[in-house]
Structure formats: C-alpha cells, structure tokens
C-alpha cells in the first residue's frame, strides 16, 4: 500500500547517465546521503553530499550529530539534509537521491507507509522543502555510499567527542607529469601507486575482532565479508584483513622483529583521537609511551599509541591542522 503523500516524481525523469553534455544534466543534481546510530538507538548522526552528475565532483557537503537516535532517523536525518543543500545549490533543479536505507527510499518513493512518528515528521520536513515532483530515489549498494558513510561517521565522532563537525579540506587536484613531459627537472614525483588492502594474520579471530575489528569500525571501516578464519572491512578506497586459520605459523606476534611494526590511522582531531584511545581501553588496548603521550611521535605529532593483547600496535594520528 502506497504512502499517500508519496506522489514524488514522474515518469519521464531522466537518469542521470542518460543525460548528455548539452542537455538536461544542467538542471539536475545528485544527492548521497546516509545516517548511522551506535547501539541503534545511540549516539547518532548523518552525512549528506551534493554531487555534480556530470563530472562525479562534490559540491558540497555535511554533516551532523544529532544525539541519541535511532538509524532510521539518523537517514531520514541525512536525507533532509541532502534536499536542503540541493535546493540552496538551484532552487529549480530536478534531484536525484541516491541512499542504502531501502526502508527510506521505498517510503519516501511512496511504496511503504511511514508509520514511525520521528521519520513521520522528517518526511515531511523533506517533502516541504523540495517539490516532490523534483526528486527520484535510487537504492544504492553501501560501499557505493561510502562518502556520505564517511560523513555521517564522522559527525558521530565528533558529537562523542563533544566538538562541532568541520569538513575536511580536501587535497588540490594535481597535474600529472611524466619525467621529460612538462615537468621541471628536479620537481618532486607524485606517487601513482595507492594502497590497495592490508591483510594482517592472527591466531585468534574472536579476539582480532574484539580488539582490531571494533577500532576499524570506529574509524569509519564498514564490515565488507566474513569467512571461516577471517574477516574485512572497508573504507576511503582500501580495505583491511584480519585472517587465521592453517596458515598461520603458531607463536606470539613479535612487532620488534623485521617486518611492518605497526598501522597507523587518521583519527580526526585531538579530542576525536583522545576519545577514542579512552574508548579502546574497554576493547583490549593498552596505551603505550605513556610518559610521552601525546607526543611520543614528536612536539609537532599528536597521536596515541595502543597495543592490544595480542601484541599489535596501532598509532592514532590527529589532523594537525584540526582544532
């Protein structure tokens, strides 16, 4: 049964790969846009973006913490959000609304009833804000939502750690220059090679995941497949391993020896790094150089190092240029 304000959008609206370079891809924007709580209901908050659809570039973006909430109002939340930015970008302009929460896109799409008072009213916030008529609503896998998951993680972090969400500065686009191609000699190269995923080998995977598996999550890793003797997560173009199983050589893991020593992570700013060494506390880690913490890395390097039960190290980085 259809929601009966859920007359949104009609049928000659465009995808927007269908458009071409000169037609009606002028006036049409995309919208992503996603919300997560942390005990469901708990600590909440949403992302949204706005992104150019011919180009793939990211107009705008934001962020949120919204307090203790469920997910399903920390999308409705993310969507609202989404509509807003859109319609201050052109107040004219068809949106399409690209989320993973099927329960937000096939009410708002007018196919499932809205019958949650909170969502109730976000509904309508959304639907007031933007011409029904205006938006379409496409489901989206999750690890195609991913920036928009980013902001949402991020506002929750924040809200935890009881600053303001501030987006990040995102780097300069920079040319591609080839040795002998318009390239001054001696200018530095810019690497061409990203990484791709780390894959870390333990004895325990109940205890990986207690300890590994929770700090990725907390830093804004999305569960990605879970097997027999292992497990990944996902996020910012890479993912992470943890696997066991007959392969593993027996014995501790030493991280003094020749090898990698350690992982280390953007963690956000210094109360978002601060929060979440407290917090890990409660998840196996234990905080090392703690006569030189924060700054056992340097006087300009603010960061915590953890070690877990298991001997792996991981090293917390703030954003030094974050408040």
């Keep these: 049964m259809q929601d009966s304000a859920g007359t949104l959008f009609e049928d000659e609206f465009p995808s927007a790969t269908d458009e071409s370079p000169d037609g009606p891809a002028r006036d049409l924007l995309i919208v992503e846009a996603d919300g997560g709580s942390r005990g469901n ?60 929460s099927k329960l937000v896109v096939e009410q708002m799409s007018g196919r499932w009833k809205i019958k949650h008072a909170d969502m109730q009213k976000l509904a309508g916030q959304a639907r007031s804000t933007v011409d029904p008529r205006r938006v379409r609503y496409e489901w989206i896998p999750r690890e195609k939502n991913k920036d928009a998951d980013r902001l949402s993680n991020e506002a929750m972090d924040a809200g935890m750690a009881g600053v303001e969400w501030k987006p990040k500065s995102s780097p300069s686009p920079q040319e591609d220059s080839r040795p ?9 190269r810019i690497a061409s090679g990203t ?19 929770w700090l990725f999550e907390r830093l804004g890793f999305l569960p990605k497949d879970s097997w027999e003797n292992g497990a990944s997560w996902a996020g910012n173009g890479t993912y992470l391993v943890l696997e066991a199983g007959p392969g593993v050589l027996s014995g501790p893991h030493e991280r003094r020896r020749q090898g990698v020593n350690h992982l280390a992570f953007n963690a956000g700013t210094r109360a978002q790094v601060d929060l979440l060494a407290r917090r890990a506390a409660s998840h196996g880690w234990t905080l090392l150089f703690r006569d030189r913490h924060p700054y056992a890395g340097g006087r300009e390097h603010y960061a915590a190092y953890l070690e877990n039960a298991e001997g792996f190290e991981v090293e917390l980085v703030a954003d030094q240029n974050a408040q």
Aim: with cysteine; charged share 20%.
């Design 180 to 188: 002998g191609e318009n390239a001054d000699v001696g200018s530095p």
């Design 41 to 100: 209901p708990g600590h909440a908050g949403y992302g949204a973006l706005v992104r150019d659809p011919k180009t793939g570039a990211i107009l705008v973006e934001k962020a949120g913490y919204i307090g203790i909430a469920s997910n399903n109002v920390a999308e409705y939340s993310g969507l609202l959000a989404g509509l807003t930015l859109a319609d201050e970008i052109d107040s004219g302009c068809r949106i399409l609304v690209k989320m993973d």
């Design 195 to 213: 990484l791709h995923h780390v894959e870390i080998w333990i004895q325990d995977l109940n205890a990986a995941r207690s300890s590994m598996g």
